[in-house]
C-alpha cells in the first residue's frame, strides 16, 4: 500500500509531488529558486495559487530552505555564514514596511530533546521591549523586541495558539516569529536544514498532533516561520528501507507501532547547535547595527 510521507518540508513536499507528477515537471502555481548564498546553499519553494497549495499540502506563501551541514561539521567561518544568510532571509520575509516591535515564540516542549527547539531558541533572543521603554537613552536605538514561551497543551492546558494570541493583544507586536521543530522524510535532512516561511505555522502538525494554527488570520499580525526537522515518521523511514517495489501497509504498521518517530543519536547536541544558529540569526536579523561579538556579550 502506498502512502504518502510525512514530512513539513516544502522542498521535501514539491520532489514527492513531482516523483508521483504525471507529466513530470513543476506544477501549475508553484515557482522554485536554487541559490548560494556566501558558499550556502538556499532553495526557494513560492507557493501561488490555491491548487498549487492543495498540491503540497500548505499554505500559500514562501518556504526557503538554507542548508546548514558546515555548521554542523564546524567548518571554518561556518557559523557567521549561516547566520548571515538566514538572517537575510528572515528580513525579506518580514514586513517591509515596518520597523515596530516584534515577538519571537518559541514553540514546543523544553523537557522533550527533539522538541525543544524553540524554547532553547528563545533563551538567547535579545529581549529588548523592556529596555527601549525604560532606558531610551541607551538602548533607544535597539528594535523592541519580546520573547515567549507558550508551552505546551499537555503541560499548560492551553493551546499555543491561545497564549500567544492574548500576548499579541496586549503588546501589539508588528509581527511574530515562530520557532519550531519540525519533521522530515529524509534523516539524512534531520538538523542539517532551516526553513523559513511567511505562512505561518501549525504546532505539532508533523507528528500527527495538529493544533490550531498560528498565522496572520487566527493572531492578527504577520507571522514568519522558523524551523529545523528534527524527527522522522517511523512509517516513512520504513518504506524508503525497504524500497519502492515493497509494499507496505499504513494501518497494519500503526497498529503495531503506533505514533512512532526517530531522531538523531546525538539529538541533544544537534538541537543546541541548530537552536544558536537561529537565535543569533533573529537576533541578527532584528539587530542589524549588533555585531555577533555584541550580541554574545549581550547574551553572557
Request: glycine letters at 8%.
Amino acid at each position: 500500500m502506498q502512502t504518502r510521507k510525512r514530512t513539513d518540508l516544502a522542498r521535501e513536499a514539491l520532489d514527492l509531488t513531482l516523483a508521483d507528477a504525471q507529466p513530470k515537471g513543476i506544477p501549475d502555481g508553484i515557482r522554485t529558486e536554487e541559490t548560494v548564498a556566501d558558499g550556502i546553499p538556499v532553495y526557494t519553494v513560492t507557493i501561488e495559487t490555491d491548487d498549487g497549495a492543495q498540491r503540497l499540502g500548505r499554505p500559500i506563501g514562501r518556504y526557503v530552505t538554507v542548508e546548514i551541514d558546515d555548521v554542523l561539521a564546524h567548518a571554518e567561518h561556518a557559523f557567521p555564514r549561516a547566520v548571515g544568510v538566514i538572517a537575510q532571509k528572515l528580513r525579506q520575509l518580514l514586513p517591509s514596511n515596518s520597523e515596530g516591535p516584534i515577538m519571537v515564540v518559541g514553540l514546543g516542549n523544553r523537557a522533550v530533546t527533539p522538541d525543544a527547539l524553540g524554547p532553547l531558541t528563545a533563551e538567547k533572543i535579545l529581549a529588548t521591549r523592556h529596555l527601549t521603554k525604560e532606558i531610551p537613552e541607551h538602548f533607544g536605538k535597539l528594535r523592541a523586541v519580546s520573547a515567549l514561551v507558550p508551552g505546551v497543551l499537555g503541560v499548560t492546558g492551553m493551546e499555543s495558539a491561545e497564549v500567544i494570541g492574548g500576548v499579541v493583544q496586549a503588546i501589539r507586536p508588528s509581527a511574530l516569529i515562530l520557532v519550531d521543530a519540525l519533521a522530515a522524510c529524509d534523516n539524512s535532512r534531520l538538523c542539517r536544514t532551516v526553513q523559513l516561511s511567511d505562512s505561518g505555522i501549525a504546532p505539532g502538525s508533523g507528528v500527527g498532533n495538529r493544533r490550531f494554527a498560528i498565522d496572520a488570520q487566527s493572531v492578527g499580525v504577520p507571522c514568519v516561520a522558523v524551523g529545523v526537522p528534527t524527527v522522522v515518521d517511523a512509517l516513512t523511514l520504513a518504506a524508503d528501507l525497504l524500497g519502492e517495489s515493497a509494499e507496505l501497509d499504513k494501518e497494519t504498521f500503526r497498529a503495531r507501532h503506533g505514533q512512532t518517530f526517530v531522531t538523531a543519536k546525538e539529538i541533544d547536541r544537534l538541537v543546541a547547535e541548530c537552536a544558536k544558529v537561529i537565535a543569533f540569526a533573529v537576533n541578527t536579523a532584528l539587530q542589524p547595527t549588533l555585531t555577533l561579538a555584541d550580541i554574545e556579550f549581550f547574551l553572557a
